[in-house]
């Protein structure tokens, strides 16, 4: 091991991007980073509860065998935490549920599997909503322990907003991966729908479920993104020039709280004076029809998928969520068809109004995390964009009234996730 | 129980539509229903090899119990064998892989919890290829046990073939409901993409999977379909007028056996007889490219999806299986997309190409079953199909020329399947 300048006891603050380099250059060992995480862990479980399990003793196996190899990559020896409804054939996968509060999966979700033939170390699984749906998760808000985390993805944002790890899985059907990034204040990534492998991972939603990540830099989110949709990673990001960034007027802004929608004015303002090319605009029609249709096939697909705990375990299942399940049933053939045909209407017009600009941006939330963890919040401001399958980028750089975190959202064309990661990072760097 | 005409020792030779009604009228129970079953599955098992998973005693238990109930709807009582790719709670699951050779569930699929909602007895787990994708069954067809059934879903086409069960559920990613339907000459039906729910299935290729059935009637997949798609069951088909039938030339044709191609043309000739408007059609740009975009995303998404497997039991896959994962790994992101997007385009091009036709016609498989249970036959005929979303229904209606069937392969409309069930119902009528 060569010099070092780096106090192993903040290893657990830095991105994995920087810990990528300190390990590939001998200045910090796999072992290091899971101890300083774990010594994070130790101090703060008890307040945030962010992790659904988490075995110390395992997690130090893990990173002492990856010390031991030759590194396999960027993400080798780099802690992740796992959303719990994400398969792991070591650790018990509870899905946020009473009905598998037993329940040890035979097999790794797809994305858990490359992950670790990628060499990271699995530090546990993240807490999460009743199937990632309802009743909200026990963790705390780190930014202030009497908010909630958001939802679903709680334990994912909650543990790496607070330093525990540096990256979590999340998914996202409505808003789980964008909501609880802004509202704990660190970056969250929905992937473009389909661009990462569902194998493996608990199905709410078919055509909505979206796997996502909580990272605390857009350069992080890049890194795990390159190894789990396939790209070269090479550590630099391609920098753009004027670029065209579009306000986007929604049909639910009244939804937003009062400040909110200043701050994203003034954001846009600020993006102007750094060079990019903003405006405002309004969605092509139907898109105000989309939220709604995201929550009819939400109901419908739903109901279906749970049709074993639904029929074996009603007593089991919150009043919340039998609730929803009994709307689902409610919902027709018909109307279940005619809601995708809205959706794939928007799709093409969206694909029309990326040709104008390079992304969109608007609020990630409605304001800050509410009081309280009993409510998740609204996910008002991401039902839309998870139901036109678009890459989503929150990135922490506004503040609401009580000094609280709200996410700026950037939204990019389909597919084109790694550009839309690139631009996100430089707009990160344009607020600092 | 009233005054009985049937003769038990049939009731396995019935359509599920006529023992729902004998059920319904008294006329038999699914004690009967179940025995008949299951005294044609001790004659006939240790020849044909339908089963992966098969309790007798616990099948009559549960036709007991549905007898000791008031009917739950149209399939009480109807005992349905199913893929044993798709999870049952109570019955191993093995995925045809020795990986999964003591592989119990903790819970059922969606579609095995909603059939059992309806009543159905789950009769057991029928024989599929490895991971439903490689190494054939050991099934053999019951026209010929010396020809394969076809995969991937042999086991469920040929216990129905075999009148083992008169319902088979099984899953489409290339060929693998409507081949072995050919193949056996039973009726194969695959719905539209994403209209059956697939949660607790084997994720292979998550943009081409694909629920079907096997039958012996295409009344008997409207039935299955009504309760797993949801539609009202009248047991009463809506009758059409001058259906037009296109008769699809497609980029493959050359792919046929020598007499195939001749007999889909004079099938169209005793349509055209039997008052249908019969063209021939080619199909428009890019489909020529579909066939090869649908190999393309099948390699792709399936090295994902066992990422787990082919970490951890190299040595439990097969050759072949390992070879294509081996391809798998090689295709880029961007071939992946490009192909994906020559599949949106053909999609378009095929919603407006069925404004002219109410249904496209061509060869279920290119011609009888191979020889031999090692070769599962040629996917050619089902891979675009499958890749375009669209419902298909194979009816048994053609002889190659050794006497095996050939199934006539109807091609319907995005979400139109209660219509094509009806339209290919009328089809396979004319025949008779």
């Known amino acids: 091991m060569s010099s070092r300048s780096i106090n192993p006891g903040i290893l657990n603050e830095l991105p994995a991007t920087t810990l990528s380099r300190l390990l590939a250059t001998g200045q910090c060992s796999a072992i290091e980073i899971a101890e300083a995480c774990l010594r994070r862990v130790d101090a703060r479980e008890a307040e945030v509860k962010a992790w659904a399990y988490i075995d110390p003793e395992y997690v130090l196996r893990q990173a002492r065998a990856r010390d031991g190899e030759s590194p396999r990559g960027p993400l080798h020896g780099i802690p992740v935490g796992i959303k719990d409804i994400i398969n792991t054939s070591d650790m018990l996968t509870q899905f946020g549920s009473p009905v598998y509060r037993a329940h040890q999966p035979v097999n ?63 998914t996202q059907t409505g808003a789980s991966v964008i909501r609880p990034a802004s509202y704990c204040g660190v970056v969250g990534f929905k992937a473009s729908y389909g661009l990462i492998n569902r194998a493996g991972i608990k199905s709410t939603s078919e055509t909505l479920d979206t796997v996502g990540f909580l990272t605390r830099t857009v350069g992080d989110a890049s890194l795990l993104a ?15 020039d004027n670029i065209r960034v579009g306000i986007c007027h929604s049909s639910y802004w009244a939804s937003a709280d009062a400040g909110t929608i200043p701050m994203i004015l003034n954001a846009g303002e600020s993006l102007r004076e750094a060079g990019c090319d903003v405006s405002e605009v309004s969605l092509p029609r139907p898109c105000d029809l989309a939220t709604e249709a995201q929550a009819t096939i939400n109901l419908y697909e739903s109901f279906r998928s749970y049709s074993y705990e639904r029929s074996n375990f009603p007593d089991q299942i919150s009043k919340s969520l039998s609730a929803r399940f009994e ?99 430089q707009i990160h760097r344009m607020f600092a």
Not at 127 to 148: G, I, Q, S, Y
Not at 161 to 168: I, N
Not at 226 to 240: C, M, P, Q, T
Not at 354 to 366: Q, R
């Open 108 to 170: 790794d979700a797809s994305c858990v599997s490359i992950l670790r033939e990628a060499g990271c170390v699995i530090m546990g699984k993240t807490e999460t909503m009743e199937f990632a749906v309802c009743h909200p998760a026990r963790t705390c808000n780190p930014e202030n322990l009497a908010h909630t985390p958001g939802g679903s993805s709680s334990g994912s944002a909650a543990a790496v907003a607070d330093c525990m790890c540096p990256l979590g899985l999340g």
């Open 226 to 240: 390159s190894v789990l949709i396939g790209w070269e990673y090479s550590g630099i990001f391609n920098k753009y």
């Open 327 to 425: 709307k689902g049933k409610g919902i027709s053939l018909e109307a279940y068809l005619s809601a995708q045909q809205v959706l794939s209407e928007c799709r093409l017009k969206m694909s029309l109004l990326f040709k104008d600009f390079d992304v969109l941006i608007e609020p990630s939330a409605p304001g800050e995390a509410p009081y309280g963890i009993d409510n998740a919040g609204d996910a008002i401001f991401s039902r839309m964009w998870t139901a036109l399958h678009l890459p989503c980028v929150s990135i922490p750089v506004l503040k609401g009234p009580s000094g609280l975190p709200v996410g700026l959202q950037i939204i990019g064309p389909m597919h084109s996730d790694k550009r839309t990661l690139e631009i996100a990072d």
